[in-house]
């Protein structure tokens, strides 16, 4: 079974910075895309940054040049810089990893943090 542990959500005032972390755990094979979904209250859930295995990176537009997605493959990490926190950027932060375990590819998502950006 794989898991997900997510940390480093919280409250910041506008313009301030979080750095998320999500950690897979258990028995893994390999990690493909890692990726980070938020979602607002009332809204659907959205794609904020993805990262493929060879570092590539994707993100949604309202955060370009404001967050970075990272990760550590050795430590089956991966990790999501927010700078310039807006209000806006208020929403529950999900973890989703592609992951080889004990029943082959397999979607995952960790249990959510939430991230509160006062104006």
């Known amino acids: 079974q794989v898991q997900l542990v997510e940390s480093g959500g919280g409250l910041v005032q506008a313009g301030g910075s979080l750095r998320l972390s999500c950690a897979a755990s258990?028995?893994?094979?390999?990690?493909?895309?890692m990726a980070w979904y938020r979602q607002a209250p009332g809204s659907q859930r959205e794609l904020v940054a993805l990262?493929?295995?060879?570092?590539?990176?994707n993100y949604t537009d309202s955060v370009k040049g404001r967050f970075t997605i990272s990760r550590d493959i050795g430590k089956n990490t991966v990790y999501l810089q927010m700078n310039s926190l807006k209000p806006e950027d208020t929403a529950v932060y999900y973890c989703?990893?592609?992951?080889?375990?004990?029943?082959?590819?397999?979607?995952?998502w960790g249990q959510g943090t939430q991230v509160t950006v006062s104006s």
């Open positions: 258990g028995v893994i094979v390999r990690t493909n895309t």
């Open positions: 989703n990893v592609l992951a080889a375990g004990p029943t082959g590819w397999t979607n995952y």
């Open positions: 990262i493929t295995r060879g570092s590539s990176t």
